[in-house]
């Protein structure tokens, strides 16, 4: 029987989701408990009385490594290694790792001598850890996935984010990318807006040393509601910079979309005050940005 042979772990950064993932599968679902040792080192628990539970069982961990609730990346990554390390101790027959946003992948490129194209390096450590299956949706770097020896899927949350928007009431819709690097990634999303949805793009240089955006680009946009769809929005620089161009050129509604909302520091404020009407995300990170969930397009995957 599913119910008896397979069991969710819902990681500390994913509570939320990870319990839809239970409940659209089914099956039941077991948190954690997690608390730093005075010397910064990470301490995680299943909480379970008896292992016997996971012994035998094929376990589903639940773990988004995005910067969430006062834990850093490190820390997720860290809680994330820990729970598939001791579901394996315990004796799980198959591991499935679900980690929605996969940190340190957009550090894909060397920009400067010395630096480490580390992009492709934490899936090698989930990998070797040791697990069966592994998920992860609109990975900025998807080709991470071809130095894992286990089955590995990227999933798109595009079509969901889209259907949220028509929702909004959108109408004369224009999708615009932020930078040359999400046209790709804007043209597919377009698609689902319906046939013919035209596709702008804005050049956006970041300084390396830096940080420092600056953006070009004037476009037509009178009349028309306008979509900046990005992977992830982290302090809110590229959308906040991408709205105050759509706004100067005409635009009127802005939805600032990204599948990871990371929104980090200032960076609500940043894109409200530019103009945007919305900031939607996914519950890839749990967060007030949260607006389409992803538990169902998971669960799908995983039946
Ligand atoms: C970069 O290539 C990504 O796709 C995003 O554009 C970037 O991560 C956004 O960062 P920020 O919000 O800090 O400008």
Known sequence: MRFLERIVIVGPASQILGVEIAQELGIEALNTEIK???????????????????????VIIVQSTGPSFNADQNARLMELFMMIDSVKRMGAKKIIVVVPYLAYTRQDKIFRPGESQFSNVVLQMI?????????????????VLNDCSCKAINIDSMKLLADYIKLRGA???????????????????????????????????????????????????KEKDVVIADDIIATGGTMATAIKLAKESGARKVFAVATHALLLGQAKYKILKAGADEIIGTDSIDNEACKVSLAKVIADYLK
């Open 36 to 58: 730093k040792f005075p010397d910064g080192e990470n301490y995680l628990r299943i909480n379970i009385e008896d292992e016997t539970l996971i012994t035998g069982k094929e």
């Open 127 to 143: 990998n070797y850890i040791g697990i069966d299956e592994f998920y992860s949706v609109d990975i900025h770097t998807p080709q």
């Open 171 to 221: 109408s004369d819709i224009v999708v615009v990318a932020p930078d040359k690097g999400a046209i790709e990634r804007s043209s597919a999303f377009a698609n689902h807006f319906g046939e013919n949805v035209p596709i702008e793009v804005f050049e956006k240089k970041r300084d390396v040393k830096t940080g420092e955006i600056k953006m070009k680009g004037s476009l037509d946009l």
